[in-house]
């Protein structure tokens, strides 16, 4: 079956240092990739997507290419920011929006100013 | 973006009673919703598949008896957990992705805390 392996937390970082969550995914066909970003209290929200090999979804200073060769969807941003602490999970959706996600087990990013 | 919002964000109950927990999208119509789990320090795994007007399709592994499921309109879908046990004690997330506009996106509610004691 799917399956989404992120790095473990939590993750420390200071203000304005560079960021990488990686994630790497094992699916048939040709899964929709996704972030999701959890900040304390909230639900989760959609932080950027990326539905087919090579594309770049980005959003908020965040990117992650679809890299269908190492299987990976890596989360990088260049300049994090306080306001950035969150818990981030990577997903996969294989059935054309019909079927659930299927989600990492979240990475707990705490940025220090 | 489109709003879904989950109802209660925590309850605590007593061993044995039921817990009904709400979902309902409300700026957009969802055919389809989904309800997740979510334990400490783990993914959220996805419990169930709620249809409009349908039976709800399960997970392997996940009791119907127990966690009953029902999408009345295209604006609710509830999750009961029928006679709950301390080992039901978790994280219940629902999601909805927008009726007819062929987007993947799905919209996840705020999450529902349940404690039983």
């Known amino acids: 079956g799917d399956s989404v392996t992120q790095m473990e937390g939590p993750v420390t970082l200071s203000e304005e240092a560079f960021l990488t969550i990686n994630c790497t995914y094992t699916?048939?066909?040709?899964?929709?990739l996704f972030w999701y970003v959890q900040y304390p209290g909230e639900g989760l929200q959609l932080l950027l997507k990326a539905t087919k090999a090579d594309d770049k979804g980005s959003n908020k200073g965040f990117e992650a290419t679809y890299r269908k060769e190492t299987t990976s969807f890596h989360l990088e941003k260049g300049s994090v920011q306080v306001s950035d602490s969150a818990v981030y999970f990577c997903a996969l959706e294989s059935g054309g929006g019909a079927d659930g996600l299927t989600f990492g087990k979240g990475t707990h990013l705490i940025i220090q100013p | 973006g489109a709003v879904v919002s989950q109802h209660p964000s925590w309850v605590i109950c007593k061993s044995g009673t039921s817990v009904k927990i709400e979902c309902r999208s409300l700026d957009f119509q969802a055919t389809t919703m989904f309800w997740y789990r979510q334990f400490p320090k783990q993914s959220l795994m996805l419990m169930a598949t709620?249809?409009?007007?349908?039976?709800?399709?399960?997970e392997q592994g996940v009791e119907k008896d127990k966690f009953l499921i029902n999408h009345a309109s295209l604006t609710l879908s509830t999750l009961t957990v029928t006679s709950a046990h301390p080992e039901d004690s978790s994280f219940y997330i629902c999601?909805?992705?927008?009726?007819?506009?062929?987007?993947?996106?799905?919209?996840f509610g705020q999450g529902t805390r349940l404690t039983v004691v």
């Open positions: 699916a048939t066909g040709y899964p929709s």
């Open positions: 709620s249809n409009e007007g349908s039976k709800a399709t399960y």
């Open positions: 999601s909805a992705s927008e009726l007819g506009t062929g987007e993947t996106e799905a919209f």
